[in-house]
């Protein structure tokens, strides 16, 4: 990034298009991150948990969604919290019953929505814009934030996005732009499989979900809200995949 540039010129300026070889591997590790955040919800074997910790970028996103619906409808935010690499909290007011069903549902939504943003910019060969947004992002969250882990997961991944976009060379942008967008288009079907597996496994009653908060604010059963999600995440990969596909 240029010492003299200001953040339009960031937001536009282009960088060298990767070969196919970068989007193949940084979506596979995303892949292999869903992977593992299934089988760790899942009470799978620790070993699991070091590749789940990529998940932390879809999990603060995660919570980002909430807030950002929660003051979009006319609420607000009192905190965000991190809790793990793959949960996390968000504390939210709202004025109607209305606003608190899209503030619920954004969770899963945000995610792969800012995973297909992410991939519309690579399209173009504008990695800075992605890292330069991140490190927005990450900003506002933090505006929200009041625990130490909370400001460790989301000031460590600004920090990261800040440090390649200023000093970082093209192939490192390249590296950290795809792979950010891999993992939010992907981050949520860990998620989303966890909540149907563990409506299998115990049924709908007991469960403290998104799912479950939707079904109690609507008329709609869990299934519904959770069929809408898979649609989401499965239309942004599918739209998405072509866009990060270099040359495509």
Known sequence: MSSDGGIFDVLNTPVTAPGPALAVSTGLV???VSAATFALMLAGPARWRPLTRANALGTVFHEGGHALLSIATGGGVYRIEITSPDSGLTRTWSTSRLGRIPTMFAGYAMP?????????????????AVLALTVLAMALVLLVTRDRFTFAVVAGIGLAAFATLKWGPDW??????????????????GGVAALVANRVRGGSRGQADDAAGLAAASPLPPAVWIAGWVALIGWAIWTAAPMLWPGG
């Open 30 to 32: 995303a892949v292999l």
């Open 172 to 189: 490192l942008q390249n590296t950290l732009a795809y792979l950010q967008a891999w993992l939010l288009l992907t981050s949520e079907l």
């Open 112 to 128: 792969p929505l800012a995973g297909l943003g992410a991939a519309a910019l690579l399209h173009r060969g504008l990695a800075p």
